[in-house]
């Protein structure tokens, strides 16, 4: 993720990350983690524990959010978003689906990507 964005999240969410840790995966996804650290939160705010980050990146086209001991309800929250991430371009925030890199479903590498963007290598 861009530096700029990550430090919006550290920012708005300093219980949730440390600050010290990185966001290993680029910037179409910001909106879907803003939002689930925002309804992580809210649970918090109602009496949830607070959750924190260990590591937050993309694995097989994916979102991993991984977290500290988190409760059933806040974990659910998480699978969501983790969910989610595999109908949103990981570049741009799209609409995508999962696809193999270069359009090859069985090379392991896979990205969720929207047409636009499904043949594009980020820098």
């Given at each position: 993720?861009?530096?700029?964005?990550?430090?919006?999240?550290?920012?708005?969410?300093?219980?949730?990350?440390?600050?010290?840790?990185?966001?290993?995966?680029?910037?179409?996804?910001?909106?879907?983690?803003?939002?689930?650290?925002?309804?992580l939160?809210?649970?918090?705010?109602?009496?949830?524990?607070?959750?924190?980050?260990?590591?937050?990146?993309?694995?097989?086209?994916?979102?991993?959010?991984?977290?500290?001991?988190?409760?059933?309800?806040?974990?659910?929250?998480?699978?969501l978003?983790?969910?989610?991430?595999?109908?949103?371009?990981?570049?741009?925030?799209?609409?995508?689906?999962?696809?193999?890199?270069?359009?090859?479903?069985?090379?392991?590498?896979?990205?969720?990507?929207?047409?636009?963007?499904?043949?594009?290598q980020?820098?």
């Amino acid at each position: 993720m861009s530096p700029d964005l990550e430090k919006q999240l550290f920012e708005r969410y300093p219980q949730i990350f440390s600050g010290q840790e990185r966001i290993w995966c680029w910037d179409g996804w910001f909106n879907l983690i803003d939002t689930l650290c925002n309804q992580l939160q809210q649970a918090t705010a109602k009496g949830a524990p607070q959750v924190t980050t260990w590591q937050v990146r993309e694995k097989m086209g994916g979102l991993r959010f991984h977290v500290q001991r988190p409760e059933p309800l806040q974990h659910g929250m998480i699978k969501l978003a983790e969910a989610m991430s595999l109908r949103i371009c990981d570049l741009c925030g799209n609409r995508g689906k999962l696809r193999g890199l270069d359009g090859d479903m069985s090379s392991g590498w896979m990205r969720t990507r929207c047409d636009e963007h499904a043949n594009t290598q980020p820098e």
